[in-house]
């Protein structure tokens, strides 16, 4: 068996549908890598630095439009 087989077939040690497995999980862990960040994701960890400079004393707190100010 060539490299090409190998790489289309998964792993040519494991038998049966098992051998899919390493293949399956890197055709999806390269599909969500290719995924963009949801704009809220973004925006809870940029919250969340926030807070970490405050905490530390690095940084005034930021006015946002829901601050009330």
Known sequence: ???DETNRMGDPGVPGPFG???KKL???YDSLQEEA???RFLDLLEQ???A???HTG???PLM???SGS
Do not use: A, F, G, H
């Open 20 to 22: 899919e497995i390493p």
């Open 64 to 66: 946002t439009e829901d």
């Open 52 to 54: 970490e400079r405050l």
């Open 1 to 3: 068996m060539n490299s």
């Open 37 to 39: 960040v949801p704009d």
């Open 58 to 60: 690095k940084m005034q």
């Open 26 to 28: 890197k055709e999806y």
């Open 48 to 50: 969340l630095d926030q």
